[in-house]
């Protein structure tokens, strides 16, 4: 008689959830690599829709979107090709700016919930994933088996992203990414649909006066107990 076979492990699942350049995507990056998992970067979907979309935020915030563009966006969100996601245009602060806007969309929000629920169950290599965002330990992955939420105050962290998009040569004013980070801030956790949110079970690191490799230290130790 044959016996059937042994249960698969589901992969593993990481959840990493913050406000903008509050360096939680080097720590999941950081993760990823320790433990042998796949990396989703969920602000990239944002920003691809946003700018393969041709989104601009309004003038007015409080103006709706268009019925036909969020037709379009939303159709577009559906069917995301991951080659997109390699775009160097994505980086920008402008295109930033316009997910946020985009990502206040529940029709939207829930055409690109498939990708990533897709990834966290299905990771290209199997083991698990790591995934960041800002609704990943409360929407997308509320079952993940370790999630953190890190932060850092917002001139520290207007300073990392000024350093960050500098190093890569865009042209970059330091009080224009603060304005940036503040508006977005407020956006990201205002909005009526997965707003920017601390997970109850999730473990809180403020990053601002921590070195890089103090914070790495600090997600892998945690992450190792969690999951052992
Ligand atoms: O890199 P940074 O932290 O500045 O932003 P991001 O993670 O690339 O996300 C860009 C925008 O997408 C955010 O300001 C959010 O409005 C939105 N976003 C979201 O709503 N949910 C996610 N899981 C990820 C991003």
Redesign the pocket.
């Known amino acids: 008689m044959q016996h059937p076979p042994p249960n698969p492990r589901p992969p593993t699942v990481i959840a990493v959830d913050g406000p903008?350049?509050s360096g939680k995507?080097t720590l999941a990056r950081a993760m990823a690599a320790h433990f042998g998992f796949d990396y989703l970067d969920?602000?990239?979907l944002?920003?691809a829709v946003a700018y393969f979309g041709e989104v601009t935020p309004p003038v007015d915030a409080a103006a709706e979107l268009a019925a036909a563009t969020l037709a379009r966006v939303t159709k577009l969100a559906a069917s995301l090709d991951p080659q997109r996601l390699n775009d160097p245009h994505l980086k920008s602060e402008k295109i930033?700016a316009a997910?946020?806007y985009i990502?206040t969309f529940p029709a939207l929000r829930a055409a690109l919930r498939a990708y990533q629920v897709n990834f966290a169950q299905t990771p290209p290599g199997g083991l698990g994933a790591v995934l960041d965002?800002?609704?990943?330990g409360s929407v997308i992955c509320p079952d993940a088996k370790v999630k953190f939420f890190i932060t850092a105050a917002v001139e520290v962290r207007a300073k990392r992203r000024f350093l960050e998009l500098y190093g890569q040569g865009h042209k970059v004013v330091y009080a224009a990414i603060l304005h940036d980070l503040i508006a977005?801030d407020r956006q990201?956790s205002g909005r009526q649909t997965a707003p920017l949110t601390e997970a109850k079970d999730a473990i809180r690191l403020d990053t601002s006066t921590l070195s890089l490799e103090d914070a790495r230290d600090f997600v892998l130790a945690k992450a190792q107990v969690q999951l052992s």
């Open positions: 903008a350049a995507g969920t602000g990239l944002y920003r930033a997910a946020s990502a965002g800002r609704d990943i977005r990201d």
